[in-house]
């Protein structure tokens, strides 16, 4: 058997029995068909692009790889049922390392049932990390579904993963929870789930709210209105960065926090609903017939992070 | 804008409009639910590794990305349907290269009807190209259906690949259909569903016929018997390399040919329906309730070939 094969084998082998009817080990993945919609989604991180090896460990690159996926699954209304796991290895990168990769991955992993139904490993000059997430969604919810007079609802925190970042890059020391808003972002999977039935719309915020917000806006015909009072940015943040915090709350990227466009008549149900929400929800601000991003009545530009 | 969003829209516009109900331009693809078995692969190919671009021209890299994932889903059973790309691009490739890899991907794209449901663009040291393809299959091919007694069926031809490999690293002058077996290999896709009904158990070749006839066999815990006159070893590569051929046959990689275990009765059906095969399709011996691989008699070891 071959390095490859057995390092394959040492990965899936964490992860559990390979999921019913056919798992890794085959070309492919088998999967019943169930009722709804396959949803699929896919994303990259690479080595001195997305994460350096100074400032993450391998566990902290698993999860966030993980989380970023699943992040991209909540904002489409789905449920989390299986993945696919591409992997670029540097030479020097062994199995050891592999295993601190996966044990990254495997709280998110075990939390949310994912079956690992396939993969690929490959040597490669720098770490990579592909992987692909499939779920299924009752009622998916769509960039373009958005309509006038729609509340702007997020749930999660803005500016702390850029903070972090701009705190990490510079070695200046920063509030503990930034760094970990930068290192283990945490996907809304079941803010999501709740709330979609009350949704017309969502998108995640991993480049800066402003540019997914404009990607949402444009989706749907619309443009926005955001009260800066409301925005979910952290005293932490304002007292950290004062002359700062709000870029990084706007344009800093990172966050995976959910944005969702509510009907005022679904926001009064969920509202009741979800009075003691377990997430840090909230309302800021509205989807209007006008296109652009207007912030206290002051039109945004929408350009936000990149990578 | 930024680049990014128009490198992926020139790559998405490429393969026309998106599938319904929902494609690319949202955070993951939706698609309806069918009766039968979702059946998911993913591969990589990464410049340096699996080729180089001394060698390869971007079409031929795009080509042979997408063709070596459809030999994935023909070795399951599985009708492919809608795909996922991930790209890992260095700076220096540009629109206009990018757009030669989707040329290079798009006939079997359109040849199979194939969505493209998602993708991921990412910067990176060196060009990298990750996909995951997704198909369904009513009688799913796993690797560990073979029975004993199973007559061995191939469809495809052995060694040109690695032969084509071998002349071009060394700049040997070989026979143009060893280079385009190298470069431009054939998935078996049509002989895949068409032959799906008679078999038991099925696997692509890539890592040589020894190696992945050896995962089969042990799969299905089964050995097997291989004719040595039976080999679909082409003239041409005898006559090229006499003193390698069979070693090409046996251990060069990338064929992408496809093995079938198929039981004599299921052979006689088989063979009476496709009488006219319009497949190079060989019967190259069996599988016995022995562990090992045996050619003509003498055991094999099923040591492959690494990327």
């Keep these: 058997m071959s390095k490859e094969f057995e390092k394959i084998e040492r990965f899936i082998s964490l992860f559990g029995p390979p999921p019913a009817p056919r798992g890794p080990g085959d070309d492919g993945c088998l999967l019943p068909v169930r009722g709804g919609h396959l949803c699929m989604t896919t994303d990259a991180l690479v080595e001195g692009v997305h994460f350096s090896r100074k400032h993450f460990s391998l566990e902290e690159v698993g999860h966030k790889a993980l989380a970023t996926n699943l992040s991209d699954l909540a904002a489409m209304g789905a449920a989390p049922d299986f993945w696919l796991c591409a992997l670029g290895l540097p030479p020097r990168l062994g199995g050891r390392q592999l295993e601190a990769l996966a044990r990254g991955m495997l709280p998110l992993a075990q939390r949310y049932k994912l079956k690992l139904s396939g993969g690929n490993l490959t040597a490669s000059p720098v770490l990579s990390i592909t992987l692909s997430l499939g779920g299924w969604a009752k ?57 979609a039935p009350y949704a017309h719309a969502a998108i995640d915020v991993s480049d800066g709210l402003l540019q997914d917000l404009g990607h949402l806006c444009r ?52 509202e009741r609903e979800w009075a003691a929400s377990p997430w840090p929800l909230s309302c800021i601000g509205s989807f209007i017939d006008l296109p652009g991003i207007w912030l206290d009545g002051r039109r945004m530009g929408t350009r936000g992070f990149e990578h």
């Excluded at 919810?141 to 958005?146: E, T």
């Design 139 to 195: 009622k998916p919810l769509l960039r373009s579904g958005a309509k006038a007079g729609d509340k702007l609802y997020i749930v999660g925190v803005l500016g702390e993963a850029s903070a972090g970042l701009w705190g990490m890059q510079r070695g200046l020391r920063v509030p503990k929870c930034f760094l970990e808003a930068q290192k283990r972002p945490r996907p809304w999977v079941e803010a999501a789930l709740a709330l």
């Design 219 to 270: 989706a749907s015909g619309l443009g926005a209105r955001l009260e800066g009072g409301a925005l979910p940015i952290s005293e932490a943040l304002w007292r950290c960065f004062p002359k700062r915090a709000l870029s990084f709350g706007l344009r800093g990227g990172e966050d995976y926090a959910l944005l969702l466009a509510i009907s005022p008549r679904g926001a009064r149900h969920m």
